[in-house]
Protein backbone atom coordinates (compact mmCIF):
# COMPACT_ATOMS: atom_id res chain seq x y z
CA UNK A 1 0.00 0.00 0.00
CA UNK A 2 1.62 3.26 -1.00
CA UNK A 3 2.71 5.30 1.96
CA UNK A 4 2.08 8.81 2.21
CA UNK A 5 4.71 10.73 1.78
CA UNK A 6 4.65 8.45 -1.60
CA UNK A 7 1.40 9.76 -2.82
CA UNK A 8 2.59 13.32 -1.81
CA UNK A 9 6.30 12.98 -3.61
CA UNK A 10 3.25 11.20 -6.72
CA UNK A 11 1.56 14.04 -7.08
CA UNK A 12 4.23 16.57 -6.64
CA UNK A 13 5.52 14.70 -9.52
CA UNK A 14 3.11 14.81 -11.78
CA UNK A 15 2.46 18.11 -10.67
CA UNK A 16 6.25 19.28 -12.07
CA UNK A 17 6.19 17.39 -15.26
CA UNK A 18 2.83 18.79 -16.17
CA UNK A 19 4.71 22.00 -16.14
CA UNK A 20 3.29 23.75 -12.90
CA UNK A 21 6.93 24.45 -11.75
CA UNK A 22 9.56 25.20 -14.86
CA UNK A 23 12.57 23.93 -14.47
CA UNK A 24 15.33 26.54 -12.33
CA UNK A 25 11.68 27.63 -10.09
CA UNK A 26 10.83 27.15 -6.39
CA UNK A 27 8.46 24.72 -5.43
CA UNK A 28 5.98 26.10 -2.67
CA UNK A 29 7.83 26.45 1.05
CA UNK A 30 7.29 23.28 3.45
CA UNK A 31 5.10 25.54 5.35
CA UNK A 32 2.54 25.76 2.33
CA UNK A 33 2.98 22.08 1.34
CA UNK A 34 2.05 21.26 4.42
CA UNK A 35 -1.46 23.47 4.64
CA UNK A 36 -2.01 22.23 1.00
CA UNK A 37 -1.50 18.45 2.23
CA UNK A 38 -2.94 18.81 5.70
CA UNK A 39 0.22 16.40 6.60
CA UNK A 40 2.92 17.22 9.34
CA UNK A 41 6.45 18.63 7.76
CA UNK A 42 8.41 14.81 8.08
CA UNK A 43 5.83 13.53 5.76
CA UNK A 44 6.60 16.56 3.29
CA UNK A 45 10.32 16.29 4.15
CA UNK A 46 10.23 12.40 3.30
CA UNK A 47 8.04 13.45 -0.39
CA UNK A 48 10.65 15.67 -0.85
CA UNK A 49 13.58 13.46 -0.19
CA UNK A 50 12.17 11.04 -2.85
CA UNK A 51 11.61 13.84 -5.46
CA UNK A 52 15.64 14.70 -4.84
CA UNK A 53 16.47 11.15 -4.81
CA UNK A 54 15.37 10.90 -8.70
CA UNK A 55 16.85 14.39 -9.21
CA UNK A 56 13.59 16.35 -9.88
CA UNK A 57 14.60 19.04 -7.23
CA UNK A 58 17.43 20.55 -5.40
CA UNK A 59 17.63 22.34 -1.81
CA UNK A 60 19.65 25.26 -1.64
CA UNK A 61 20.11 26.72 1.87
CA UNK A 62 18.56 29.37 2.97
CA UNK A 63 16.33 29.59 -0.17
CA UNK A 64 14.25 26.80 -0.76
CA UNK A 65 13.52 23.88 -3.09
CA UNK A 66 14.03 24.12 -7.24
CA UNK A 67 13.18 22.20 -10.00
CA UNK A 68 15.90 20.78 -11.76
CA UNK A 69 16.00 20.46 -15.90
CA UNK A 70 17.81 16.98 -15.43
CA UNK A 71 17.63 15.25 -19.48
CA UNK A 72 19.39 12.10 -19.82
CA UNK A 73 22.06 12.05 -22.13
CA UNK A 74 21.29 9.57 -24.80
CA UNK A 75 23.90 6.95 -25.05
CA UNK A 76 24.06 4.58 -28.57
CA UNK A 77 25.55 1.22 -28.31
CA UNK A 78 25.64 -0.10 -31.84
CA UNK A 79 27.22 -3.15 -31.32
CA UNK A 80 26.17 -5.25 -33.20
CA UNK A 81 27.31 -3.10 -36.43
CA UNK A 82 30.57 -1.24 -35.25
CA UNK A 83 32.07 -0.46 -32.20
CA UNK A 84 31.48 3.07 -30.54
CA UNK A 85 32.83 6.20 -32.66
CA UNK A 86 34.14 9.42 -31.47
CA UNK A 87 34.98 12.60 -33.02
CA UNK A 88 38.79 13.57 -33.23
CA UNK A 89 40.13 13.92 -29.62
CA UNK A 90 36.65 13.69 -27.94
CA UNK A 91 35.32 10.40 -26.18
CA UNK A 92 31.93 8.67 -27.34
CA UNK A 93 30.43 10.11 -24.23
CA UNK A 94 31.90 13.40 -24.87
CA UNK A 95 30.76 12.71 -28.27
CA UNK A 96 27.27 12.33 -27.26
CA UNK A 97 27.11 15.12 -24.67
CA UNK A 98 28.31 17.31 -27.09
CA UNK A 99 25.35 16.32 -29.39
CA UNK A 100 22.79 17.08 -26.74
CA UNK A 101 23.83 20.27 -25.67
CA UNK A 102 25.68 19.51 -22.31
CA UNK A 103 29.08 19.56 -21.00
CA UNK A 104 30.32 16.51 -20.62
CA UNK A 105 33.99 14.62 -19.67
CA UNK A 106 36.09 11.73 -18.91
CA UNK A 107 37.99 11.65 -16.00
CA UNK A 108 40.52 9.33 -15.27
CA UNK A 109 40.57 8.43 -11.29
CA UNK A 110 43.09 5.48 -11.15
CA UNK A 111 45.08 3.01 -13.55
CA UNK A 112 46.86 0.39 -11.93
CA UNK A 113 48.65 -3.14 -12.83
CA UNK A 114 47.69 -6.05 -10.81
CA UNK A 115 47.07 -9.98 -10.57
CA UNK A 116 43.93 -10.14 -12.55
CA UNK A 117 40.59 -11.05 -9.68
CA UNK A 118 38.50 -13.66 -10.12
CA UNK A 119 35.97 -12.37 -12.01
CA UNK A 120 38.27 -10.42 -14.12
CA UNK A 121 40.38 -13.93 -14.85
CA UNK A 122 37.02 -15.63 -15.68
CA UNK A 123 36.17 -13.05 -17.97
CA UNK A 124 39.42 -12.16 -20.04
CA UNK A 125 40.32 -16.17 -20.23
CA UNK A 126 42.92 -15.32 -17.65
CA UNK A 127 44.76 -17.43 -15.13
CA UNK A 128 43.67 -16.11 -11.98
CA UNK A 129 46.48 -14.72 -9.41
CA UNK A 130 49.05 -15.41 -11.89
CA UNK A 131 48.32 -13.43 -14.97
CA UNK A 132 48.69 -9.88 -14.62
CA UNK A 133 45.56 -6.88 -15.97
CA UNK A 134 45.95 -3.39 -15.83
CA UNK A 135 42.87 -1.76 -14.55
CA UNK A 136 41.63 1.41 -15.87
CA UNK A 137 38.87 3.62 -13.19
CA UNK A 138 37.38 6.07 -15.05
CA UNK A 139 33.88 8.44 -14.40
CA UNK A 140 31.99 9.78 -16.91
CA UNK A 141 30.99 13.38 -15.61
CA UNK A 142 27.38 15.65 -16.49
CA UNK A 143 28.04 19.60 -15.87
CA UNK A 144 30.96 18.52 -13.51
CA UNK A 145 28.47 15.56 -11.60
CA UNK A 146 29.80 11.76 -11.98
CA UNK A 147 26.82 9.93 -13.47
CA UNK A 148 28.65 6.71 -14.77
CA UNK A 149 31.64 4.76 -13.14
CA UNK A 150 33.71 2.75 -15.58
CA UNK A 151 35.95 0.14 -14.27
CA UNK A 152 37.73 -1.45 -17.48
CA UNK A 153 40.42 -4.37 -17.73
CA UNK A 154 42.72 -5.38 -20.26
CA UNK A 155 45.76 -8.05 -20.38
CA UNK A 156 48.59 -6.65 -19.02
CA UNK A 157 50.61 -8.48 -22.16
CA UNK A 158 48.74 -6.77 -24.70
CA UNK A 159 48.39 -3.26 -23.71
CA UNK A 160 51.96 -2.55 -21.77
CA UNK A 161 53.41 0.18 -22.85
CA UNK A 162 50.51 1.70 -25.09
CA UNK A 163 47.87 4.82 -24.03
CA UNK A 164 45.76 2.40 -22.33
CA UNK A 165 48.50 1.20 -19.78
CA UNK A 166 49.17 5.12 -18.87
CA UNK A 167 47.93 7.75 -15.92
CA UNK A 168 46.57 10.11 -18.79
CA UNK A 169 43.40 10.55 -20.46
CA UNK A 170 42.86 8.16 -23.64
CA UNK A 171 42.22 10.79 -26.60
CA UNK A 172 39.61 10.14 -28.64
CA UNK A 173 38.33 6.79 -26.83
CA UNK A 174 39.66 3.20 -25.90
CA UNK A 175 38.76 1.81 -29.35
CA UNK A 176 40.48 4.65 -31.46
CA UNK A 177 43.96 4.99 -31.32
CA UNK A 178 44.33 3.37 -27.96
CA UNK A 179 43.68 0.15 -28.68
CA UNK A 180 45.46 0.72 -32.42
CA UNK A 181 48.38 1.34 -31.10
CA UNK A 182 48.46 -2.54 -29.74
CA UNK A 183 47.51 -3.24 -32.52
CA UNK A 184 44.09 -4.44 -31.62
CA UNK A 185 41.20 -3.68 -33.63
CA UNK A 186 38.35 -4.22 -31.74
CA UNK A 187 35.77 -6.63 -33.23
CA UNK A 188 32.73 -7.65 -31.34
CA UNK A 189 31.15 -7.10 -27.94
CA UNK A 190 29.00 -9.54 -25.51
CA UNK A 191 26.88 -6.98 -23.24
CA UNK A 192 24.90 -7.73 -20.10
CA UNK A 193 22.45 -4.97 -19.46
CA UNK A 194 20.90 -5.42 -15.62
CA UNK A 195 19.35 -2.93 -12.62
CA UNK A 196 20.19 -3.46 -9.22
CA UNK A 197 20.25 -1.29 -5.96
CA UNK A 198 23.66 0.84 -5.56
CA UNK A 199 25.80 0.15 -2.76
CA UNK A 200 26.69 2.65 -0.58
CA UNK A 201 30.51 3.26 -2.32
CA UNK A 202 28.23 3.93 -5.82
CA UNK A 203 25.46 6.28 -4.25
CA UNK A 204 28.29 8.48 -2.53
CA UNK A 205 30.42 8.91 -6.32
CA UNK A 206 26.86 9.04 -8.22
CA UNK A 207 25.80 11.45 -5.65
CA UNK A 208 22.58 8.86 -5.11
CA UNK A 209 20.66 7.70 -1.78
CA UNK A 210 22.02 4.88 -0.87
CA UNK A 211 19.59 1.78 -2.65
CA UNK A 212 18.83 3.95 -4.99
CA UNK A 213 18.63 2.02 -8.45
CA UNK A 214 21.56 2.06 -10.58
CA UNK A 215 21.81 0.60 -14.20
CA UNK A 216 25.09 -2.20 -14.79
CA UNK A 217 26.50 -3.22 -17.73
CA UNK A 218 29.12 -5.85 -18.23
CA UNK A 219 30.79 -5.77 -21.70
CA UNK A 220 33.26 -7.82 -23.42
CA UNK A 221 35.07 -6.98 -26.01
CA UNK A 222 37.03 -9.39 -28.61
CA UNK A 223 39.49 -8.07 -31.49
CA UNK A 224 39.98 -9.48 -34.99
CA UNK A 225 41.66 -12.43 -33.81
CA UNK A 226 38.94 -13.78 -32.07
CA UNK A 227 41.05 -12.15 -28.32
CA UNK A 228 39.53 -11.12 -25.44
CA UNK A 229 40.57 -7.83 -25.47
CA UNK A 230 38.51 -5.77 -22.80
CA UNK A 231 36.49 -6.45 -19.78
CA UNK A 232 34.29 -3.21 -18.60
CA UNK A 233 32.23 -3.25 -15.92
CA UNK A 234 29.61 0.32 -15.82
CA UNK A 235 27.67 1.40 -13.21
CA UNK A 236 25.30 4.13 -14.58
CA UNK A 237 23.12 6.55 -13.25
CA UNK A 238 19.25 5.65 -14.97
CA UNK A 239 18.66 9.56 -14.23
CA UNK A 240 21.41 11.33 -16.35
CA UNK A 241 21.75 8.61 -19.12
CA UNK A 242 19.54 6.48 -21.47
CA UNK A 243 21.36 3.24 -22.94
CA UNK A 244 20.51 3.53 -26.25
CA UNK A 245 20.75 0.04 -28.89
CA UNK A 246 19.32 1.52 -32.16
CA UNK A 247 18.97 -0.94 -35.33
CA UNK A 248 18.86 -4.18 -33.29
CA UNK A 249 18.16 -7.42 -35.85
CA UNK A 250 14.56 -8.69 -36.21
CA UNK A 251 14.02 -12.73 -36.27
CA UNK A 252 10.38 -12.64 -36.93
CA UNK A 253 8.89 -16.01 -36.30
CA UNK A 254 8.15 -17.86 -39.66
CA UNK A 255 5.09 -20.53 -40.55
CA UNK A 256 5.95 -23.57 -41.60
CA UNK A 257 3.52 -26.58 -43.15
CA UNK A 258 2.06 -28.04 -40.32
CA UNK A 259 4.53 -27.15 -37.52
CA UNK A 260 2.66 -23.88 -36.49
CA UNK A 261 4.94 -21.13 -35.65
CA UNK A 262 8.76 -21.86 -34.93
CA UNK A 263 10.89 -19.14 -33.62
CA UNK A 264 15.00 -19.87 -33.84
CA UNK A 265 16.78 -17.76 -30.72
CA UNK A 266 18.91 -14.65 -32.23
CA UNK A 267 22.15 -17.00 -30.59
CA UNK A 268 21.46 -19.44 -32.91
CA UNK A 269 25.49 -19.18 -35.43
CA UNK A 270 23.59 -19.59 -38.36
CA UNK A 271 21.92 -15.98 -37.98
CA UNK A 272 25.03 -14.05 -37.24
CA UNK A 273 26.58 -11.78 -39.70
CA UNK A 274 27.19 -14.16 -42.94
CA UNK A 275 30.66 -14.99 -44.12
CA UNK A 276 31.31 -14.79 -48.37
CA UNK A 277 29.32 -18.00 -49.44
CA UNK A 278 27.44 -18.88 -46.31
CA UNK A 279 23.68 -19.19 -46.94
CA UNK A 280 21.75 -16.34 -46.06
CA UNK A 281 20.22 -15.80 -42.61
CA UNK A 282 16.45 -16.17 -43.73
CA UNK A 283 17.21 -19.66 -45.93
CA UNK A 284 19.29 -20.81 -42.27
CA UNK A 285 15.97 -19.85 -40.87
CA UNK A 286 14.12 -22.05 -42.88
CA UNK A 287 16.28 -24.54 -43.08
CA UNK A 288 16.16 -25.17 -39.30
CA UNK A 289 12.50 -24.71 -39.29
CA UNK A 290 12.13 -27.63 -41.86
CA UNK A 291 14.14 -29.93 -39.74
CA UNK A 292 12.39 -29.44 -36.78
CA UNK A 293 8.92 -29.75 -38.47
CA UNK A 294 10.15 -33.30 -39.74
CA UNK A 295 11.63 -34.01 -35.85
Not at 38 to 66: H, K, S, Y
Not at 127 to 137: F, L, N, P
Amino acid sequence: MPTQYGQIAADLRRRIKQGEWPPGTPLPTQTELCNEYDVARATINAALNQLRGERLVTGVRGQGTFVLDWKPVRVPLPRYNAVPQSDDQFSPWETACRQAGVTGSMVTVEVAIEPADGDAAKALGLTEGTDTVIRRTWHATLDDSTCQVHTAYYPAQLVEGTPLARQEKVVGGVYGDAMRTAGIIPTNADEHLSARPATAEEAAELTLMTGFPVLTLDRLTRDQEGRRVEWLRMVIDPTRVTVVYDGLPAYPARQVSGAGLTTIGAEDPRLASPKANDEPWHEALDTHMRRRSNS
